[in-house]
């Protein structure tokens, strides 16, 4: 798949239904792959796992989720993968050497959701994890993370004209992983669409929570692509409201698309000139 400023990747082999054109992957429900660097997959080569340092940049893709509806949850993250022993070595867990920050598959590590969404809400969140024992290993990590939620800012994103983004049409999600002094220190998710931005500044999550995502995000982590979701209780922690009892099947449930997937070196805004 195209990624612009990181050569070379591939889509590890999915767990569902999934195409892609070279530019552009096309996720069905239950659905789930990674970027990886060889042909051989994670569950045969936790070496093939590409780790990608974000300290410092902007990562950025276009998302169309006209189709992804209320219960569904088409996601767009990064996690510290391989999960480790005390050791360092790598720990196959449930099969692919997976890991995230609520334990799926049984291993801890550090997580960056970019993006958890469907065309009602979106969701971005960091999560901290406790100080790794030995070279990598995690034993608890923060579940809940430091949550910013669209449904908590009003006409910011729906479906219709009458919201700031119309996911009726694609969207462009920008991140930033802003360094001071070689640290993690700020967080941001810009969602652009024909010239109207909504931009999440994830004011919850302090410079000392993020700091602690330091050495994830410098050393590297592993861009997963997930598309997941079930009843509406399932998914009420992200959409509801607005949604209801709706659940993720059927119509709803249908394509998601991430394209124009880019990475680059952070470059802050310019300094206004002061007032005469």
Not at 221 to 249: E, N
Request: glycine share 10%.
């Amino acid at each position: 798949v195209a990624f612009r400023g990181l050569e070379g990747v591939r889509l590890a082999r999915p767990a569902g239904e999934l195409s892609s054109d070279g530019r552009a992957v096309r996720l069905g429900h239950n659905n789930f792959t990674s970027l990886v660097g060889t042909c051989e997959a994670p569950d045969n080569d936790p070496e093939s796992i590409t780790q990608i340092p974000v300290l410092g940049t902007t990562l950025s893709f276009e998302a169309d989720l006209s189709r992804v509806s209320c219960a569904c949850n088409l996601a767009v993250y990064l996690v510290s993968a391989p999960a480790r022993a005390k050791s360092g070595a790598p720990v196959k867990g449930r099969g692919d050497y997976y890991c995230d920050a609520n334990q799926v598959g049984g291993q801890w590590c550090p997580e960056i959701d970019l993006m958890e969404a469907n065309n009602r809400a979106f969701q971005s969140t960091p999560h901290r994890c406790d100080t790794p024992v030995g070279d990598g290993h995690y034993e608890a990590c923060d579940r809940y993370g430091c949550a910013q939620n669209t449904r908590d800012m009003g006409q910011a994103y729906g479906l219709g004209d009458n919201y700031t983004i119309d996911t009726r049409h694609p969207f462009e999600v920008n991140t930033t992983f802003v360094a001071e002094g070689g640290e993690f220190v700020r967080f941001t998710t810009t969602l652009s669409q024909g010239g109207r931005r909504v931009v999440l500044e994830h004011a919850s999550c302090s410079q000392a929570y993020l700091r602690q995502l330091t050495r994830a995000v410098r050393e590297g982590m592993s861009l997963i692509f997930s598309y997941w979701g079930s009843t509406a209780q399932t998914m009420a922690w992200m959409d509801s409201p607005p949604c209801g009892p709706q659940s993720c099947d059927g119509p709803n449930a249908g394509e998601g698309i991430i394209s124009n997937l880019a990475i680059a070196a952070y470059v802050p805004p310019p300094t206004p000139a002061p007032t005469p």
